[in-house]
């Protein structure tokens, strides 16, 4: 985060509005002081003048009272007005006249201006004075000066009451506004020095809110950082140490959520990567947000090449025809993958994410590979039409022999028996199915025990190889290749036997005349193998494999003839791995099979596993 400036930051702001709160406060102090200063200044200046007058007019009041004869020797009212004018000028009376009731001026204190002693004023305050008796006073701005001046007109009454003449004064103001404005200046003066205290003071409060709001920030980004290891100094108990405390106790909180969280992520992803089953979540548009391990590995895509993907397109779904939000409704559909060489199916399972306004947000497909679950299918479905066919076919001879039989035949001598004895064939063909059957179930549901013991197999090999020599059509011939040593395997003898008939019986069946059938064993390292080759007509490479499936046959029309289930190396198949052995087939058309197994030896680690 970016550091914050000083002229950006709350400290400043916290000065500026402390000076600006006093500076208003001073303004406030100081408008009111100048007011009531200049208003008690006023006053003192008007009293002074109002002393003076007083003084000025009881004079001129004696001398118009006073009564004159003419011819005496006597000063004229006039002359004496002019001296009682001009003996009562002074500081702070710049100018002084004597109006009498015609508005003339009768005497004035301006020696520069005598000639305006006999003409009529046109001052408007002194007419007005003449005119109502009243007294007038006034402020005024002298133009000429450049000071303020105070004026005041005053009526003259003699010993009846009777106006006889108007006193007319102005002083200047300059001394008061001089004295106001020195005492302005030295408020203007403490309050500059007020207001720098102030400030200094105001960045020390400031300071002091700040800091902890500073250290909370820092706090904060450290915890942006995921850091919850450090806490907030509290220094008080005030709001901002409460919040201090709330701060801690949420740093506290959000640290045992986060952790809590974390491990919440840790199982989702730990659940995500070990699924067998691909996750991927989409945004309400199908864009992919998330994908596991298992859903790439499935789709063939790198995850983080997909983020951004298009769901529809990962899945090779036509978006023409399918509508993403109508997914959830399918419940789950079957996505053929499959190339020219193999089959790869997989299942979608779709679901909707919602708000808490229950608005779609987005969608979870779940994918999983069903292949073998649908080779599975496939395979059950096709042993049940083997074995109905394998039934059906013994069953519609044994029905034709007995219903020709029932209408007749067995009347006659020749055909009867030869018609039960087919019969016998096909009940005897049919239990040896059953049989099988039977025996693979057990095997496939782990109910067939294998009773184990110790078994020298050469011994065994040989034994089971004189029973087929002495049983043998003629023309084939049975060629052992066989070591001369012991090897001991920890096996069932009767299951080992059935597996070696099998293969030998098979053998046997697709042997030409005069062919010969090679019966081989070898170790090899700590297990031992076994081969029993023929010469028959062979199978062909891509055939090799199938012929342990249950019900497989190279030559069905044969087999049947000879009275085979094609079981036989399904069983052997199955009981060779009961025995943690394995069992292939090398074959060539026209060239014969060859069937190898292996079995382990009693010094394998697996010989005391039953």
């Known amino acids: 985060m970016q550091k914050v400036g000083f002229f950006r930051s709350i400290q400043l702001k916290f000065i500026i509005i402390f000076i600006l709160l006093l500076l208003v406060a001073i303004q406030v102090i100081g408008s009111y002081f100048g007011s009531e200063l200049?208003?008690?200044?006023?006053?003192?200046?008007?009293?002074?003048?109002?002393?003076?007058?007083?003084?000025?007019?009881?004079?001129?009041?004696?001398?118009?009272?006073?009564?004159?004869?003419?011819?005496?020797?006597?000063?004229?009212?006039?002359?004496?007005?002019?001296?009682?004018?001009?003996?009562?000028?002074?500081?702070?009376?710049?100018?002084?006249?004597?109006?009498?009731?015609?508005?003339?001026?009768?005497?004035?204190?301006?020696?520069?201006?005598?000639?305006?002693?006999?003409?009529?004023?046109?001052?408007?305050?002194?007419?007005?004075?003449?005119?109502?008796?009243?007294?007038?006073?006034?402020?005024?701005?002298?133009?000429?000066?450049?000071?303020?001046?105070?004026?005041?007109?005053?009526?003259?009454?003699?010993?009846?009451?009777?106006?006889?003449?108007?006193?007319?004064?102005?002083a200047s103001l300059k001394n008061v506004y001089d004295q106001l404005q020195q005492i302005n200046r030295i408020f203007v003066q403490g309050s500059i020095l007020a207001i720098t205290v102030s400030a200094f003071m105001g960045i020390l409060v400031a300071r002091t809110i700040t800091k902890p709001i500073m250290e909370m920030r820092r706090q904060a980004q450290t915890m942006a950082r995921g850091d919850f290891s450090q806490k907030v100094n509290v220094y008080g108990t005030d709001e901002i140490g409460q919040l201090a405390e709330t701060f801690n106790d949420l740093n506290v909180r959000l640290k045992h959520s986060r952790a809590l969280t974390e491990e919440e992520r840790r199982k989702l992803s730990s659940v995500l990567s070990n699924m067998s089953d691909g996750v991927i979540a989409t945004d309400k548009s199908g864009a992919v947000s998330l994908m596991n391990d298992a859903a790439a590995k499935l789709l063939s895509v790198d995850p983080e090449e997909a983020q951004g993907a298009y769901l529809m397109d990962l899945l090779q779904l036509d978006e023409k025809t399918i509508d993403i939000s109508d997914l959830p409704d399918t419940g789950s559909i079957i996505i053929d993958f499959s190339e020219e060489d193999s089959i790869f199916l997989i299942r979608a399972n779709f679901s909707t994410i919602s708000d808490e306004e229950d608005d779609i947000t987005g969608f979870i497909t779940v994918i999983s590979d069903v292949t073998e679950q649908e080779k599975v299918e496939q395979e059950r479905r096709e042993f049940v039409s083997n074995v109905s066919h394998e039934l059906r076919t013994p069953l519609t001879t044994m029905r034709s022999y007995i219903e020709a039989l029932s209408e007749g035949a067995w009347e006659d001598k020749e055909i009867a028996p030869r018609f039960l004895g087919v019969a016998q064939n096909e009940t005897d063909r049919m239990i040896r199915m059953v049989n099988d059957l039977?025996?693979?179930?057990?095997?496939?549901?782990?109910?067939?025990?294998?009773?184990?013991?110790?078994?020298?197999?050469?011994?065994?090999?040989?034994?089971?190889?004189?029973?087929?020599?002495?049983?043998?059509?003629?023309?084939?011939?049975?060629?052992?290749?066989?070591?001369?040593?012991?090897?001991?395997?920890?096996?069932?003898?009767?299951?080992?036997?059935?597996?070696?008939?099998?293969?030998?019986?098979?053998?046997?069946?697709?042997?030409?005349?005069?062919?010969?059938?090679?019966?081989?064993?070898?170790?090899?390292?700590?297990?031992?193998?076994?081969?029993?080759?023929?010469?028959?007509?062979?199978?062909?490479?891509?055939?090799?494999?199938?012929?342990?499936?249950?019900?497989?046959?190279?030559?069905?029309?044969?087999?049947?003839?000879?009275?085979?289930?094609?079981?036989?190396?399904?069983?052997?198949?199955?009981?060779?791995?009961?025995?943690?052995?394995?069992?292939?087939?090398?074959?060539?058309?026209?060239?014969?099979?060859?069937?190898?197994?292996?079995?382990?030896?009693?010094?394998?680690?697996?010989?005391g596993k039953k």
């Open 38 to 170: 200049e208003s008690e200044l006023f006053d003192n200046f008007k009293q002074q003048i109002n002393q003076r007058v007083d003084l000025l007019e009881l004079n001129l009041e004696e001398a118009f009272n006073k009564e004159r004869t003419d011819g005496s020797n006597g000063m004229t009212l006039q002359e004496e007005v002019q001296n009682i004018v001009s003996s009562n000028k002074g500081a702070p009376i710049t100018k002084l006249q004597v109006i009498d009731k015609q508005s003339r001026v009768m005497a004035t204190s301006d020696y520069s201006n005598l000639n305006i002693v006999g003409k009529k004023t046109t001052n408007e305050l002194i007419n007005q004075v003449v005119r109502f008796g009243i007294a007038q006073d006034t402020r005024q701005y002298n133009v000429d000066t450049g000071n303020r001046v105070y004026r005041k007109a005053i009526p003259i009454y003699d010993d009846e009451q009777t106006q006889v003449g108007t006193i007319f004064l102005e």
């Open 438 to 607: 039977l025996q693979l179930s057990k095997m496939d549901s782990k109910e067939l025990p294998l009773q184990r013991e110790k078994v020298e197999f050469i011994e065994l090999y040989h034994h089971v190889i004189d029973r087929f020599e002495m049983n043998v059509e003629e023309g084939i011939h049975l060629v052992r290749d066989l070591p001369n040593g012991k090897y001991y395997v920890w096996m069932d003898k009767d299951k080992m036997i059935q597996v070696m008939d099998n293969i030998i019986t098979n053998a046997i069946k697709y042997s030409p005349e005069g062919g010969t059938i090679r019966f081989g064993a070898t170790k090899q390292k700590s297990q031992l193998l076994i081969s029993i080759e023929d010469e028959g007509m062979g199978i062909s490479y891509d055939k090799v494999d199938k012929i342990f499936e249950r019900f497989y046959r190279a030559d069905k029309a044969r087999t049947r003839k000879l009275g085979g289930t094609g079981l036989g190396l399904a069983i052997s198949k199955e009981l060779v791995e009961a025995h943690h052995g394995r069992i292939w087939a090398k074959s060539k058309e026209g060239k014969g099979t060859t069937i190898l197994f292996t079995l382990p030896l009693m010094n394998k680690k697996r010989r």
